[in-house]
């Protein structure tokens, strides 16, 4: 999942080369010398992801690929069988994480046209570990991570009735991968890429940049007018994924220049990276502000956090992943000692903020 708050397209001093311009069902925008920005449907708030349709010269390479709704899949076949022939077919595909959107229909896409999946290793075993738990019962460690974080009985019942649908979302995947590892370099395009891995939102997110052309695809490691969600979940919930989160959005900071055409999943393509992973880095500071505050005034359950977090009240469908993010924040500060941890006579987790002693006390 992404995160779920857009603000307006004027805000960070980024500029749109491509302005509102979006392509079509089927259809496709050049955005740079054998790349084309393809567009699919998404059943859910963000409405599309950018999936990128790379010409090798003698191949084809996809980035990315979508939910396999069945939408999705015509207008892969209209795109690819005008392409895709014997003498130059579908070589690779090339998933930046494994959420739904971005993997979902590569099984498929590799399985139909042969081609190659592209993956780094935590993103590809994690994605088949997920999809192992379509008809599993939600595990009793999971109720007791969620009940531990104040949620009721209705909203417990609804996290049974949907667990295990992860694989709903994701075609048969291949049984063989290649990875993908932080500083690879290959060719695509005519050009060379590299690897630059991130973490937080997904556990070894790949982002492709070209230094020659100046150009980087993001996947959601950098979105413009949306932040990336960073959860804590059930497997791990010792987890400090905004730590990760924040030293990767450093990290890009220091690889790319400020000019360099980024190519999100969501939104438009932009420039003015530097910009936007300050912005990305400042939002979480100024949540991490407002929530020590709070805590100052503690004890206070995971879901009495989400308007220090988030600014904004959180209710209905975005409970899971506000009760994720939330606890990517507190779990951040509690790594670093700045929190007490009690529990109420029902089991709830209560958060406090830490007294340090001052010279003298």
């Known amino acids: ?16 080369p491509f302005g509102e311009a979006t392509p079509g069902l089927a259809g496709t925008i050049t955005v740079a010398p054998g790349i084309e920005w393809v567009r699919m449907p998404l059943p859910f708030s963000l409405k599309f992801i950018n999936l990128w349709l790379i010409d090798d010269g003698d191949s084809w390479t996809i980035v990315d690929t979508g939910l396999p709704l069945p939408e999705t899949k015509s207008a892969w076949r209209q795109l690819l069988d005008a392409r895709v022939t014997a003498q130059k077919p579908l ?14 229909s590569a099984g498929w896409l590799c399985h139909k ?14 994605c088949r570990m997920l999809v192992a738990d379509t008809g599993r019962q939600a ?23 949907r667990f295990g649908g992860f694989g709903r979302g994701v075609s048969l995947m291949p049984d063989a991968y290649h990875r993908l590892s932080d500083g690879d370099v290959f060719e695509m395009a005519g050009a060379t890429w590299q690897v630059i891995m991130g973490a937080g939102h997904s556990p070894e997110h790949a982002c492709l940049y070209c ?56 939104n438009e393509p932009f420039t003015g990276a530097h910009k936007r992973l300050q912005h990305l880095i400042d939002g979480h500071e100024t949540a991490l502000t407002r929530l020590r505050k709070r805590l100052d005034k503690g004890p206070v359950k995971v879901l009495e956090t989400f308007v220090s977090v988030f600014g904004r009240a959180i ?24 929190l007490v ?12 903020l830490a007294h340090v002693a001052q010279p003298g006390e």
């Open 1 to 16: 999942m992404d995160g779920f708050e857009y603000v307006p397209t004027s805000r960070f001093g980024l500029d749109y």
């Open 91 to 104: 070589k690779r595909v090339i998933v930046t994480h494994m959420h739904p959107d971005h993997v979902g």
């Open 113 to 126: 046209y042969g081609a190659e999946l592209w993956m780094s290793r935590l993103e590809y075993i994690t």
């Open 139 to 161: 595990p009793p460690v999971a109720i007791e991570f969620y009940r531990q974080s104040g949620w009721g009985e209705a909203a417990l019942e609804n996290y049974r009735s």
């Open 211 to 266: 230094p020659e052309r100046n150009i980087l695809i993001s996947g959601d490691q950098i979105l413009p007018r949306i932040s990336s969600n960073v959860s804590v979940h059930p497997t791990e919930p010792d987890a400090d994924p905004l730590a990760e989160w924040l030293e990767s959005c450093r990290k890009l900071l220091k690889a790319l220049p400020e000019d360099c055409l980024v190519l999100p999943a969501h």
């Open 315 to 338: 209710e209905g469908d975005e409970l899971s992943m506000a009760t994720g993010e939330a606890l990517a924040h507190l779990n951040y500060l509690k790594h670093r000692g700045e």
């Open 341 to 352: 941890i009690s529990r109420s006579e029902s089991g709830v987790a209560l958060y406090n």
